[in-house]
């Protein structure tokens, strides 16, 4: 940021500190005014403006709004062809004096007519007509013979060497920060290694979202920086010679508007992006501090970084752009006052006609502030279910088991069930047959499950020894035996499907059936033996 900030003033420093003492007054970047007005009346509105030499502000003029165009127009081509006149004669003088012409003050330069000096002329400086050409006439005088001066063999040579110089400095300084732009890029390419640990997980994948935002913010500075030392070192050159100063007032009446949108614009989106690099660096910094994590809390606190980080930066993208175009609104010279006065009326009306989304905010603000569920997490709601899959202040989106991505409004949500906040339950329920020894089958149920508690694959995904419960009903397949399995978040359903697989293959071991479902019929055969057909056949 420092070589940016000084490539940009070195540029106009080189053009400034080496520039002659006749040179001081260019204006590198004239103050352009529109005409202003003075009085309220649409018909008689009294307006002024400037009277321009080689793009150089002379003096101010004005006149009531339906005359001033030609107004300005005649004294500025009054003034072009005298000018003309006196930069081809051999003359170093130059005549500039006021004369009465009915009791009103007039201008004459080398005996030609310039303008006449009305009392609305006056009216800007505060003083009376006569004292108002007089200041006009010393100030016409001066900047007539420096314009001549200025087109002389010497000063032009002078200002060509300004001028290459100030080039050199363009490229050397746009050579220096592409240098610096490279350098930081060959940095920026450097391995990171992987880890293991589920904080060092979050941690690195927050710096990468954080190293790639500020590589984008970076990335347009120094473009802007660029376009900085190549747009102003020419602007500044064209102010040094008479000739193209003018291009300077051209150029910048023409790219005014569009610049100050174009900074506008930029300005938001660097913002933007370097605020979701804040967003991340404060994330990636409280994790790694462990103000935050536990062994328990780890992968709940994975779901929660990106819940939180994907929200904030919503909210911080709707102020930013709001900001922005306020701001645009501000450059383009539209008083915002009074919008945002009938801004606050709109939205009044628009909150009462729009109060569904209302409620969904707020309860979509509740959701996240109380962790009721996060990204990642399997959630159920009312008939429907799956994985979260978008969540933010309006609307949460799952994926259920069959692939189908269900929307639900959060004002709709009152009564969720999280399958998987901070830890996981693999709930078996395991049929055996009531002919197998019930104490045979419990104790091999428990083998079963601390051998896999024990296995390094699975341990991990384990968070407690499991338990078996006993005999929890009596069924029309068997004994149903239960078994507590706790997990972490949403292993349970990968932890219960190897258990069941180690524990067929145990049971086919030991010799003991898993039941099907059984059905006992009775058939009373006395009705049948006394039935008239049997004893017609006795």
């Known amino acids: 940021m420092r070589l940016q900030f000084l490539a940009i003033v070195g540029s106009i420093a080189v053009a400034v500190v080496s520039a002659p003492k006749t040179t001081a007054q260019i204006p590198f970047f004239p103050n352009l005014q529109t005409p202003s007005s003075v009085s309220n009346d649409a018909d008689h509105r009294i307006v002024s403006g400037w009277i ?3 793009g150089r502000r002379l003096f101010q003029i004005a006149a009531s709004r339906n005359n001033f165009p030609e107004r300005l127009r005649n004294i500025q081509q009054n003034l072009q062809e005298i000018s003309q006149d006196y930069f081809r004669s051999s003359a170093q003088a130059v005549k500039v004096e006021v004369r009465t012409v009915k009791e009103l003050p007039v201008i004459y330069v080398n005996d030609r007519y310039l303008m006449t000096i009305t009392a609305l002329d006056a009216g800007l400086r505060q003083v009376d007509e006569e004292t108002s050409a007089n200041q006009i006439t010393s100030a016409l005088q001066e900047d007539l013979q420096q314009a001549k001066r200025e087109r002389e063999t010497e000063f032009l040579i002078q200002q060509g060497i300004i001028a290459a110089a100030s080039g050199l400095a363009m490229i050397v300084l746009s050579w220096g920060v592409r240098r610096w732009q490279r350098r930081l890029k060959y940095e920026s390419l450097k391995p990171i290694f992987p880890t293991t640990s589920a904080d060092k997980k979050i941690t690195t994948q927050l710096n990468q979202q954080q190293d790639k935002h500020l590589k984008e913010v970076k990335r347009r500075l120094f473009q802007l920086s660029q376009a900085g030392i190549w747009g102003s070192g020419t602007f500044i050159i064209l102010g040094l010679f008479p000739y193209t100063r003018s ?46 994590l536990t062994p328990e809390s780890s992968e709940r606190l994975q779901l929660r970084v990106s819940t939180f980080s994907g929200v904030t930066k919503s909210i911080t993208t709707l102020i930013c752009v709001g900001v922005g175009i306020l701001l645009a609104l501000v450059a383009l010279g539209i008083d915002i006052v009074p919008l945002l006065a009938g801004a606050g009326l709109v939205g009044v009306a628009i909150s009462l006609a729009s109060q569904n989304l209302i409620k969904d905010a707020i309860n979509g603000f509740l959701i996240i502030l109380e962790d009721q569920y996060a990204l990642g997490d399997v959630i159920n709601v009312g008939d429907v279910g799956g994985l979260v899959e978008n969540l933010n202040l309006r609307m949460t989106q799952v994926r259920d088991g069959e692939g189908r991505l269900i929307t639900i409004p959060n004002s709709e949500i009152k009564i969720v069930a999280n399958l998987s906040s901070r830890w996981s339950r693999a709930d078996l329920t395991i049929p055996v047959s009531y002919q197998a020894d019930i104490d045979v089958v419990l104790k091999l149920i428990e083998t079963i499950a601390l051998e896999m508690d024990a296995d390094p694959q699975w341990q991990n995904q384990i968070v407690e020894t499991p338990k078996v419960l006993g005999i929890d009903h009596f069924g029309d397949r068997g ?3 239960r078994v507590w399995i706790k997990t972490q978040p949403l292993k349970q359903w990968d932890v219960a499907r190897e258990y069941r697989r180690r ?3 145990a049971f086919d071991q030991a010799g003991i059936d898993i039941p099907v479902p059984q059905q006992a019929i009775w058939v009373n055969d006395a009705q049948f033996l006394n039935t008239p057909m049997n004893d017609k056949a006795n």
Request: proline share 2%; glycine share 6%.
């Open 503 to 505: 524990l067929k293959v």
């Open 247 to 292: 291009l300077q007032v051209a150029i910048l009446s023409a790219a005014q508007i569009p610049l100050r949108l174009g900074v506008v614009i930029l300005g938001t989106y660097v913002v933007v992006r370097f605020s979701y690099a804040l967003i991340d660096r404060f994330t990636s910094t409280l994790i790694s501090s462990g103000a935050l």
């Open 479 to 481: 004994l149903i035996i």
């Open 52 to 54: 321009y030499l080689d």
